[in-house]
């Protein structure tokens, strides 16, 4: 398969990552295990990437990035809408910190497009850059709030969106170092091993919740019981 395929591939499942999750979220209304930062990081860096593609005129980039960037808010206003202590002045600075700072290097990154002396494709690299750092920083808070917590509640995280994650960014991954766009392919880089590890996490925990659901029946201790009490003991 050639570079473009992958990308093609890539775009198709990265447009299909945040859906499991938006239907969990905004459908079932279950955010538990949510990341509040991971949740803003996933408006923020859509975002720069759909600017990025603009830049770059790339068109895969800003499909996919585009419906990312819909999904991106729908989980988090499904988040703040129902988890009201996030909706406080301090939660918000705190899981916003990050993603301010992101928002300020992309924004920054991109209005240098607009100087004369600039020019689309210095400005792309410039931004490509601040992404690759971002999706860094972005691809932290839930894996590490999931290994922090070993108790928390995940019944909120879909396992088909973490599972699409990293077979988008495999795929971007090879896109990347196929055209020879380092931001991709090390954000891609990035996102994998994010992605691989939430994944593990998941497995982990839901396997002794699925085992103690397929534990004892109640019934059975009453057939015992009722077989003893018919055979006079």
Do not use: K
Not at 60 to 66: E, G, M, S, Y
Not at 67 to 78: P, R
Not at 216 to 224: E, L, N, Y
């Amino acid at each position: 398969m050639s570079a473009h395929a992958f990308g093609l591939l890539g775009a198709a499942l990265s447009m299909s990552i945040a859906w499991p999750q938006v239907f969990l979220s905004c459908v079932r209304r279950r955010t538990g295990g949510l990341s509040p930062a991971a949740c803003l990081l996933g408006v923020v860096m859509p975002a720069g990437w759909l600017t990025y593609g603009l830049l770059i005129e790339d068109r895969i980039q800003v499909v996919t990035n585009a419906l990312n960037l819909v999904a991106g808010v729908a989980v988090l206003i499904a988040l703040l809408a129902t988890q009201p202590r996030l909706r406080s002045a301090r939660a918000l600075r705190g899981a916003g910190g990050l993603a301010g700072a992101v928002l300020a290097a992309v924004g920054t990154a991109a209005a240098s497009a607009a100087l004369p002396q600039v020019t689309a494709a210095r400005a792309a690299g410039l931004l490509g850059a601040v992404l690759a750092i971002g999706a860094l920083l972005s691809a932290l808070p839930q894996p590490l709030a999931l290994l922090r917590n070993r108790a928390q509640d995940v019944s909120g995280l879909s396992p088909a969106r973490f599972r699409l994650g990293a077979a988008a960014s495999g795929s971007w991954l090879i896109y990347g170092l196929g055209t020879g766009q380092p931001a991709v392919w090390a954000a891609a880089l990035v996102g994998l091993s994010s992605a691989l590890t939430v994944c593990a996490v998941l497995t982990a925990r839901r396997a002794p919740a699925e085992v103690a659901a397929i534990g004892t029946p109640q019934w059975r201790g009453s057939v015992v019981t009722r077989s003893l009490a018919v055979a006079g003991v």
